[in-house]
């Protein structure tokens, strides 16, 4: 069993920028490939980024060249550095984690970003 939980999410204006972080338990974290996902209310979550043990990264059309996904293996975390926010990245974002096959998500944290 693995935890995310993820935190950093809050009202921002657009052109603004957030940091979201995302703390997973397990010993091989480094292993992990890590993601966000993010989903508004009537909508599907939808892929935001994503990046391997190795740290290879992909991001999602919509945020690329202003997101920047990233991960720190010696304290557990994963973050998503979020610049030049638009109204439309409003969501809430879910961090996840894959391990031994299974996909593991996080409770979310919710961006709001005001026009």
């Known amino acids: 069993q693995v935890h995310v939980v993820e935190s950093g999410g809050g009202l921002v204006q657009a052109g603004g920028s957030l940091r979201l972080s995302c703390a997973a338990s397990?010993?091989?974290?480094?292993?992990?490939?890590m993601g966000w996902h993010r989903q508004v209310p009537g909508k599907q979550r939808e892929f935001v980024a994503a990046?391997?043990?190795?740290?290879?990264?992909d991001y999602a059309d919509s945020v690329k060249g202003r997101f920047i996904i990233s991960r720190d293996n010696a304290k557990n975390t994963l973050y998503l550095q979020m610049n030049s926010l638009k109204p439309e990245d409003t969501a809430v974002y879910y961090c996840?984690?894959?391990?031994?096959?299974?996909?593991?998500w996080g409770q979310g944290t919710q961006v709001t970003v005001s026009s």
């Open positions: 990046i391997t043990s190795g740290g290879r990264t």
């Open positions: 397990g010993s091989i974290f480094s292993s992990y490939v």
């Open positions: 996840n984690a894959i391990a031994h096959g299974t996909t593991y």
